[in-house]
């Protein structure tokens, strides 16, 4: 099996990282092509991938074709490539609001003909712990449903969802890393604020939402459970979770979120 990536960008080489540490397939099955020979080389250095000239000549060769272009050039790109990708070639677009019916008909598929899978990866599946929403169009069968997710959850935990659900996988999941991160960097300053060196003011507030995610993925409590074994009667976390209500923590993060997927659902 041969994996094409045309673009090579973060979320691409993140992907090819956890295929070739998994051994989903060889170094040398994989595929790329990118705009700039900078990308392409830093890509065949880094993993030992097949670095090809043009977009085509990834499609002609590729058995899953991954598109990790920006969502602006996804009409250019599939243009160039519609005539070169083989008929039953798995073809896997990571952008967001490109629904499956949409890109079927760029590659002038029928909605039952073309095995199209629509995913939604985040910036985490770098150090392996990404988290994927995916749904399948109706040409994908059981056995090729397998091999993309292998290939997703190589680089994290891939989860099945309803086409429907896909912009709200973008909120929730696919963007929001960078909340977490505004958050962690929040606590870090105000640990600095209180005298602690910036250094471990990171490490201190970074690994306590390390923690308190997988306590959350591994115990199977809901929540609020957690939240409530952390605040004693009268002690200081229900004092700094009495403020976040009042600043509106809750409905700022359910906003931004709401506003996340309204973009999503315009592109």
Request: aromatic share 6%.
């Amino acid at each position: 099996m041969k994996i094409g990536f045309i673009g090579l960008g973060n979320m691409a080489t993140a992907m090819i990282g956890g295929i070739v540490k998994k051994g989903i397939v060889k170094p040398e099955e994989i595929l790329g092509s990118s705009r700039t020979k900078e990308s392409l080389q830093k890509a065949v250095d880094a993993f030992g991938i097949r670095g090809m000239e043009t977009n085509e000549k990834v499609a002609e060769e590729a058995d899953v074709l991954v598109l990790s272009v920006k969502p602006q050039m996804y009409e250019a790109v599939i243009g160039e490539i519609r005539d070169a990708v083989k008929n039953d070639t798995i073809i896997i677009s990571i952008a967001p609001g490109k629904t499956i019916s949409w890109l079927s008909g760029l590659f002038g598929f029928s909605d039952e003909e073309g095995k199209i899978v629509r995913c939604m990866p985040n910036t985490p599946a770098l150090v392996g712990e990404g988290c994927t929403g995916v749904c399948f169009g109706q040409g994908i069968n059981e056995r090729e449903k397998e091999t993309v997710m292998d290939i997703l959850n190589s680089f994290g935990k891939a989860i099945e969802v309803a086409e429907h659900l896909m912009d709200a996988v973008g909120g929730v999941s696919g963007s929001s890393p960078a909340y977490v991160f505004l958050f962690i960097e929040a606590m870090a300053d105000a640990a600095v604020a209180d005298g602690m060196p910036r250094k471990q003011a990171y490490e201190f507030a970074a690994q306590a939402v390390y923690g308190s995610a997988k306590m959350v993925l591994e115990t199977g409590m809901h929540p609020a459970e957690l939240k409530d074994m952390v605040c004693s009667p009268g002690g200081t976390t229900i004092e700094a979770i009495r403020v976040l209500e009042e600043k509106g923590f809750r409905s700022a993060v359910i906003e931004a979120q709401k506003a996340c997927v309204t973009k999503s659902r315009g592109m």
